[in-house]
């Protein structure tokens, strides 16, 4: 049985900084691709932003770009998104992610609220 677990959301100001992290056990996350969501107030789906593969290959879509930095630890079998310069639009529940025996894997979820 996977098991992801994030951590590290909160409030904070425009242009400020918040580092998330995602246990997991289970699997050893350096064998998957991982992904971090996140389902903003009011929308009805999750958007996909980031991906970390297995080789340690990185990808993020345009609005995160240059923000924020996916890294991994594999001693410690978790995933950490580093994010700067947050914006209100960045605010949303952030949710990391794995496919596992063909069945998505999520954990409960870390909120992140972008607020003066």
């Known amino acids: 049985q996977v098991q992801l677990v994030e951590s590290g959301g909160g409030l904070v100001q425009p242009g400020g900084s918040l580092r998330l992290s995602c246990a997991a056990s289970?699997?050893?996350?350096?064998?998957?691709?991982m992904h971090w969501y996140r389902q903003g107030p009011e929308k009805e789906r999750r958007e996909l932003f980031a991906?970390?593969?297995?080789?340690?290959?990185?990808y993020y879509l345009d609005s995160v770009k240059g923000r924020f930095t996916l890294s991994r630890d594999d001693a410690k079998n978790t995933m950490y998104l580093q994010m700067n310069d947050l914006k209100p639009e960045d605010t949303a529940v952030y949710y990391c992610?794995?496919?596992?025996?063909?069945?998505?894997?999520w954990g409960q979820g870390t909120q992140v609220t972008v607020s003066s």
């Open positions: 289970g699997i050893n996350i350096s064998e998957y691709t």
């Open positions: 992610n794995t496919v596992w025996r063909a069945r998505d894997s």
């Open positions: 991906n970390i593969f297995s080789d340690g290959v990185t």
